[in-house]
Structures are given as structure tokens and as C-alpha cells.
């Protein structure tokens, strides 16, 4: 009787173990799977994708390209998420001083959530971040001078897939 018990509770045992391990192998495959987004900064001053939707605290890729034949101070981009409750204008304001920095404001981490390096043509640069946990439209943005005004921005969307 006892050993019959004893088996049993091994045969549960070896059931939650398999059951761990397809779990364990579940989330790194999971973790694996950056979520990958390429968008092109283009003489239009837009960006090639103005949307992009991805899952709550996911990993994303940003992979930003630069096609232009133009001169870098003519014609580079960045591309900048910014937090929720950002300032656009402001960040943008900002951004024209820090030239030397890519035109990232350094002192405005706080509004910024990821972002690129400044790529000029044929370059390109990428970023990998978590998305945010909270759902909701958060806007990214190119701040070499006078971008933003034409229309060089986009939306984020964080929502539960
Ligand atoms: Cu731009």
C-alpha cells in the first residue's frame, strides 16, 4: 500500500516537472521573439511607418534607415519615443541645442523612452527597448531642425494583442 502510494506521488512528481519544463521553455521561447519594426526616414520628412502597435512590456526593435542622396546636414533623421505625458514641442525645442548629441536633449530623459542615433544617407542605426506595461498612444518623433513641424512623427500603440 505504501509503496503503491510512493509511486503514485512520483508519477504526480514527473507530471509537474514536465509541466515546469514546458513552461520554462515556453517563456525563453517567447523571449526570443523581438519584436522587429524597420522604418525608413524619407526626403518627405516622414516616416515610412506612422504606426506601430505592439504588446505590453514587449521587446521591439527599432530599425531606422536613411535612403537619402543628400548631405547629413541637409537630410539625417533620429527617431525618438517619447513618454506619455511628453511635451513634444518642448522636447523638440530642445532638441535643436544638442546638435552634438544627435539631437537627443539630455537633460529630458524623463520624456524620452528610446531612441536612435542621428543616421545620415545609407546609414542605419537601431534601438531595442521594453515597451511600456501601461496601454495606450505614445508618440515617436525626428527632431533634426524643422522635422517634426513638417509632419515627421508617429504613434506607438501599446495594447494587449
Ligand atoms: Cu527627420
Known amino acids: 500500500m505504501v509503496q503503491r502510494q510512493r509511486s503514485k506521488e512520483i508519477r504526480m512528481l514527473k507530471k509537474t516537472l514536465a509541466l515546469v519544463m514546458f ?11 523581438a519584436k522587429t519594426v524597420e522604418i ?6 516622414k516616416f515610412s511607418k506612422e504606426n506601430i502597435t505592439v504588446k505590453p512590456g514587449e521587446e521591439v526593435t527599432i530599425k531606422l534607415t536613411n535612403t537619402t542622396d543628400l548631405p547629413e546636414s541637409a537630410m539625417a533623421h533620429n527617431w525618438i519615443l517619447l513618454a506619455a505625458d511628453a511635451d513634444a514641442q518642448a522636447v523638440d ?3 535643436a541645442q544638442a546638435k ?4 537627443v536633449p ?6 524620452i523612452l528610446a531612441h ?3 543616421v545620415a544617407g545609407g546609414e542605419t542605426d537601431e534601438v531595442t527597448f521594453t515597451a511600456p506595461e501601461e496601454p495606450g498612444d505614445y508618440e515617436y518623433i525626428c527632431t533634426f531642425p524643422g522635422h517634426l513641424a513638417a509632419g515627421m512623427k508617429g504613434t506607438l500603440t501599446v495594447k494587449e494583442g
Do not use: I, P
Open 23 to 33: 513552461a520554462v521553455l515556453s517563456v525563453s521561447a517567447f523571449a526570443a521573439q
Open 40 to 45: 525608413e526616414g524619407m526626403n518627405s520628412l
Open 93 to 95: 525645442e530642445a532638441a
Open 100 to 103: 552634438d548629441n544627435d539631437y
Open 106 to 111: 539630455k537633460d529630458m530623459s524623463d520624456q
Open 116 to 118: 536612435t542615433g542621428l
